[in-house]
């Protein structure tokens, strides 16, 4: 979902607006809209070397309180700004977040069904699923050399960790607290797990789940949500859907700068020395200078976005 360099294009799923958007990156302006989905688009994965997208439609409600889940993974044409095929999860249901493996798979938390789905991009179809041990099963990860799959089980509090290769759940580690995100260093060596009670940051070895160090957030008032590295590691940011805040931290997370953002801030896309971050509760998309840690400017993007991707 991350991305530096050049790009044609800017693609933001507008979930609190049922929508997908399309931004001219120059400009900032929308430049198309999807509509007619079902509710609720919720994630995205880009593949821009083959010019789709994939949007999971999730279900009418938030994690923990979603009566209707949702059972499709809708595939975007970049290019040509179109829904080009849907992709039926069932009998997994409550599609969320998804990663390509190694093997060129896409593989998806389904949250009610307990599982990570498996997905066969070349046949856009559903070929295996992985249990995961908890119906909180709401964000993945995947170790660069695609030995292991990693969960966030959010108030189970724990990780599930699942044998890739194998397609097979390994067992979990336990976390301090309840949980609201999880990213993965890019050696594969460290779990960063994000609290859902206070303004942490959990770092847990990767190898046997023990927890090296809980770092505070500083300048940030409650729990964070999502934490992105920088395609090349060189910060860690971290956003707090509970208020208006970003968190940049260096590689070795020993120091922080807090940048007061848009309302809600969730997911992020970089590109190049610029951090792109929806902010889902006003409708505004905020950009950061990464070199400076400063605020660079905004702009408004649907009703509020929750995911953002390059191409």
């Known amino acids: 979902m991350s991305q530096t360099g050049?790009?044609?294009?800017?693609?933001?799923?507008?979930?609190?607006?049922?929508?997908?958007?399309?931004?001219?990156?120059?400009?900032?302006?929308?430049?198309?809209?999807?509509?007619?989905?079902?509710?609720?688009?919720?994630?995205?994965?880009?593949?821009?070397?083959?010019?789709l997208a994939y949007v999971p439609i999730y279900g009418d409600g938030?994690?923990?309180?979603?009566?209707?889940?949702?059972?499709?993974?809708?595939?975007?044409?970049?290019?040509?700004?179109?829904?080009?095929?849907?992709?039926?999860?069932?009998?997994?249901?409550?599609?969320?977040?998804?990663?390509?493996?190694?093997?060129?798979?896409?593989?998806v938390t389904c949250e009610n069904s307990a599982v990570v789905a498996i997905i066969d991009p070349a046949r856009n179809k559903v070929v295996g699923a992985i249990e995961t041990g908890s119906t909180n099963s709401?964000?993945?990860?995947?170790?660069?050399?695609?030995?292991?799959?990693?969960?966030?089980?959010?108030?189970?509090?724990?990780?599930?960790?699942?044998?890739?290769?194998?397609?097979?759940?390994?067992?979990?580690?336990?976390?301090?607290?309840?949980?609201?995100?999880?990213?993965?260093?890019?050696?594969?060596?460290?779990?960063?797990?994000?609290?859902?009670?206070?303004?942490?940051?959990?770092?847990?070895?990767a190898r046997n789940g023990s927890l090296v160090e809980t770092i505070a957030l500083e300048g940030a008032p409650k729990a964070a949500q999502i934490a992105r590295f920088s395609p090349d590691e060189s910060v860690l940011a971290v956003t707090s859907n509970n208020g208006d805040t970003a968190t940049l931290l260096s590689p070795d997370l020993r120091t922080q700068t807090t940048i007061k953002v848009g309302r809600q801030p969730m997911d992020m896309a970089f590109r190049g020395d610029d951090l792109y971050i929806g902010c889902q509760g006003d409708g505004s998309v905020h950009v950061i200078d990464i070199s400076t840690r400063r605020w660079k400017r905004a702009f408004s993007a649907g009703v509020g976005c929750e995911c953002l991707g390059f191409f």
Do not use: W
Not at 6 to 25: C, N, Q, S, T
Not at 27 to 40: P, Y
Not at 63 to 69: A, I, K, S, T, V
Not at 177 to 198: F, K, P
């Open 6 to 51: 050049a790009a044609r294009g800017l693609i933001a799923i507008d979930k609190m607006g049922g929508k997908v958007l399309f931004v001219d990156p120059a400009t900032d302006a929308t430049i198309n809209t999807l509509e007619g989905f079902q509710r609720t688009p919720h994630e995205l994965l880009v593949s821009p070397e083959t010019g």
């Open 62 to 107: 938030v994690h923990g309180r979603n009566p209707n889940p949702g059972h499709t993974v809708c595939v975007i044409d970049l290019r040509g700004q179109r829904v080009v095929a849907n992709i039926d999860t069932r009998p997994y249901i409550a599609p969320h977040t998804l990663r390509f493996g190694g093997d060129g798979l896409i593989y």
């Open 138 to 205: 709401h964000r993945l990860v995947i170790a660069r050399d695609g030995g292991r799959l990693y969960t966030e089980n959010e108030e189970d509090a724990t990780i599930s960790v699942i044998d890739l290769p194998a397609r097979k759940l390994l067992g979990k580690f336990e976390a301090p607290q309840a949980l609201a995100g999880i990213e993965i260093s890019r050696d594969g060596g460290r779990l960063i797990a994000v609290s859902d009670e206070t303004p942490a940051l959990f770092v847990v070895d």
